[in-house]
T-cell receptor
Framework: AQTVTQSQPEMSVQEAETVTLSCTYD???????LFWYKQPPSRQMILVIR??????QNATENRFSVNFQKAAKSFSLKISDSQLGDAAMYFC????????????FGKGTLLTVNP | NAGVTQTPKFQVLKTGQSMTLQCAQD?????MSWYRQDPGMGLRLIHY???????DQGEVPNGYNVSRSTTEDFPLRLLSAAPSQTSVYFC????????????FGPGTRLLVL
């Protein structure tokens, strides 16, 4: 079974600074997808960024980028120019590339943005 | 499009009561699923459906029933609520194909006393 580990229960960053959230995963599969979801206090799960394992290029979405290290099974999220609205719980998630739609989530990292 | 909608937003139940959590989507998504989120944990899959008339169990199915009579709706039933089912419940949906992004509803907070 796949597992996802987020080793940082809490992180904080100053507004306009950069922060990196860590995620590691364990799998024996070669085809899979990785995601970062943001959960603000409203509880809504919002997709931040996704990475296909077969792509070597790291995904980017505006101020959000990932560092995908397939051999090390590492998938970190970098938030640049942090904004107060980035404060939220962030979840790393894994999905198999087979016929299984199941998302396996980490326990989350609570990000605080200080003004 | 309303996206994925869930009702109610919050519900209090007594142990042994039954209820149905509603989930609907208007995006013609074939795949729908239910997750629960407990404090200090990520989301865990309860049940899922790859199309009308097809359902299957996820990681934590005990105590829950589902059915999928239409593409749009995927209700989650608690037949006899237990305090261990106190949680936040999320419904998600996507187009067919594991490469498709899953979209989540706003969640239902359930408290079982």
């Amino acid at each position: 079974a796949q597992t996802v580990t987020q080793s940082q229960p809490e992180m904080s960053v100053q507004e306009a600074e950069t922060v990196t959230l860590s995620c590691t995963y364990d799998t024996s599969e070669s085809d899979y997808y990785l995601f970062w979801y943001k959960q603000p206090p409203s509880r809504q799960m919002i997709l931040v960024i996704r990475q296909e394992a077969y792509k070597q290029q790291n995904a980017t979405e505006n101020r959000f980028s990932v560092n995908f290290q397939k051999a090390a099974k590492s998938f970190s999220l970098k938030i640049s120019d942090s904004q107060l609205g980035d404060a939220a719980m962030y979840f790393c998630a894994y999905q198999s590339g087979g016929s299984n739609y199941k998302l396996t989530f980490g326990k989350g990292t609570l990000l605080t943005v200080n003004p | 499009n309303a996206g994925v909608t869930q009702t109610p937003k919050f519900q209090v139940l007594k142990t042994g009561q039954s209820m149905t959590l509603q989930c609907a989507q208007d995006m013609n998504h074939e795949y729908m699923s239910w997750y629960r989120q407990d404090p200090g944990m990520g989301l865990r899959l309860i049940h899922y459906s790859v199309g009308a008339g097809i359902t299957d169990q996820g990681e934590v199915p005990n105590g829950y029933n589902v059915s999928r009579s239409t593409t749009e709706d995927f209700p989650l039933r608690l037949l006899s609520a237990a305090p261990s089912q106190t949680s936040v419940y999320f419904c998600a949906s996507s187009l067919a194909g594991v490469q498709e992004t899953q979209y989540f509803g706003p969640g239902t907070r359930l408290l079982v006393l």
